[in-house]
Each structure stands twice: as C-alpha cells, then as structure tokens.
C-alpha cells in the first residue's frame, strides 16, 4: 500500500529555512519513471497551492513566484524527498502536503493521486 | 483560472448535490479533476479527464462536462461527502491550479 508521510519542524520564526521530508513506502521513487513527487501547501481556509516537484531523474520543477526560495531534492537510497524554502514569513504559514502526479507521457501532469496527510508549517516570531 | 459554484451547499443525508466548476479558457483533452477534502484530511482525488472516476471511488460520484463548463454530482450524500471538494485544471505546466472550493454542509 503507498504511503507518503511528511515530516519536519512544525514552528518556525520568521526568516528561517523550513525544511520537510516526505518519506514514501509502498513504491519506489527511483522505479517510477513515470510520476513526479511534489510539494504542496495549503493555507488555512484556501486551496492548495503546488510549490515544486522532482523526477527520479532528478529534473525538479518549481511556482515561479517561489522558484529563488525553493529546493526539493531526493535520497533515492531512501526513497524519500525534500522540501527547502528559505526566508519564510508569515505568509508561508500552511499545511505542507507531498503527493505523487503523473507526467505528459501518461496525460497526468500535474494530476495528483497520491498524497501524505500533511503537516502543518507555523511561521511566527 | 478556475471559478466553483455554490460557495457552499447546504442538503440533508440522501440528498443529490451539483457542484460546478467553470474555466476561463477551454481545458484541453477535458483535463479537469474533482478532489473532496474531509476536515483535517488531505484532499483525495475523485475523478479525473472530466468523468472518470478514480480507483476506489464509488459510483454515487460522477463527472460531467467539457470545454469550460464541468459539474460533478453526488447521487446520495452520505455523512462522509460532507466535506470540501476542489476542481482542478491538470496537463499542462505548471501543475494546474485548483479553484476555491464548494464546501458541501449539512442542512
């Protein structure tokens, strides 16, 4: 059974890095050529918002209004991967979710079927 | 951009409910999905390419529409389809943008 689980700091002042990892069992990252593994966040009483995703190629795609913040990357020997989002501030206050989504090749890019049960980032001094 | 209506729906136990979700441009191929997310859960996925519905989901959910206009009804609402559901544009990149959600309550 897949299971994505994040994990991380759930306080953090502002203008610090937040730094999750989204632990993924049940299937490989490596072996799963054709999904991506991203990162969400969703503030309280909104909709989700995508932040970035990674290709077990390594390619990593980021929001264009976070892209000079942001970092994800991923340990394939442990099939996890990372979310890094420096400088945070309040508005970074959310619920950070990671989830799997399909690619061009399979007509699900950006198509989410897969999510962890999220884990809730607050930014305050 | 994506546009939900009601804000929120207000029915009782067994009732239908009709969710609507309009694009501002045409979404090619139909690549809109519907998500409900239950308080303090992640949103799951319920249906994709407009009517299909995703693994495990059953069949009092369906999709319909094309083009902008796509509905997704709920045949009988049971106690756990009280909850927030979120249309969702997807196949293009960026990963597609989410609308504000119909919030389903009880009546």
């Known amino acids: 059974q897949r299971q994505l689980q994040e994990s991380g700091p759930g306080l953090l002042r502002p203008s610090e890095t937040l730094s999750l990892t989204c632990n993924v069992s049940g299937t490989s990252i490596s072996g799963s050529s054709g999904y991506y593994w991203g990162w969400l966040r969703q503030p309280p009483g909104k909709e989700p918002e995508w932040i970035g995703s990674i290709h077990y190629s390594g390619a990593t795609y980021y929001k264009s209004s976070l892209k000079s913040r942001v970092t994800i990357s991923a340990d394939m020997s442990k099939n996890r991967f990372s979310l890094n989002l420096t400088s945070v501030t309040a508005a970074d206050t959310a619920v950070y979710y990671c989830?799997?989504?399909?690619?061009f090749g399979l007509g699900s890019y950006g198509l989410f079927d897969f999510w962890g049960q999220g884990a809730l980032v607050t930014v305050s001094s | 951009v994506l546009t939900q209506s009601p804000g929120t729906l207000s029915l009782s136990p067994g009732e239908r409910a009709t969710l609507s979700c309009r694009a501002s441009q045409t979404i090619r191929r139909d690549y809109l999905a519907w998500y409900r997310q239950k308080p303090g859960q992640a949103p799951r996925l319920l249906i994709y390419g407009a009517s299909n519905r995703a693994t495990g989901i059953p069949d009092r959910f369906s999709g319909s529409g094309s083009g902008t206009d796509f509905t997704l009804a709920i045949s009988r609402l049971e106690a756990e389809d009280f909850a927030v559901y979120y249309c969702?544009?997807?196949?293009?990149?960026?990963?597609?943008?989410f609308g504000p959600g119909t919030k389903v309550e009880i009546k």
């Open positions: 969702q544009q997807y196949g293009d990149s960026p990963p597609g943008t």
């Open positions: 989830a799997r989504h399909g690619s």
